[in-house]
């Protein structure tokens, strides 16, 4: 893929037509309820993301943490994309089009996982806030996933 233009998004875009969404896959949902924890919200959710790069596509990993008073959360989802034959982007890009696109594609099954799993084992709803794009992603420059944390 060749590129020219001063928009660092350029790259994403041209991808865009490159690539198709496959799957979302819900890879862990798990919750465990304290016997002596108190009823109160208060504590921490982390997302971290993580991707997969092969020769034909690739994929998205997120993975919800949610650590409050009383108990703990486990919630991973996936989302794989298959590349048009030709398609040859960096990782540069691909990382781009993780955290422009496919982290916010993900997201939403990752709340309503984190949501229907504590209603059925805490009682009631833990809910991942809003999350603004841009404030989960990956390191353009770095191999390894970074975290975004979000407070409850």
Known sequence: ??????DPLDE???LIDQVQL????FHEVSARRFDSGSDGEDGEISIEVQIREGSG????RLI???EVAIGEAVVSVAGE???TEGADPSSRTIKQ????????TVLPYLREGMTTITAKVFGKALYIPMI??????VELDDEDAVRGDAQV
Do not use: H, K, L, W
């Not at 893929?1 to 001063?6: L, Q």
């Not at 496959?22 to 896959?25: A, G, H, P, R």
């Not at 089009?97 to 916010?104: C, I, K, S, T």
């Not at 603004?132 to 992603?137: E, H, K, Q, S, W």
């Open 81 to 83: 994309y298959s590349m």
């Open 64 to 66: 919800a943490t949610a």
């Open 57 to 60: 596509g690739f994929g998205v």
């Open 1 to 6: 893929m060749t590129f020219e233009g001063d």
């Open 12 to 14: 994403v875009r041209a």
């Open 132 to 137: 603004p794009r841009g404030d989960i992603a």
């Open 22 to 25: 496959e799957s979302v896959e």
């Open 97 to 104: 089009f993780v955290n422009e696109v496919a982290v916010m």
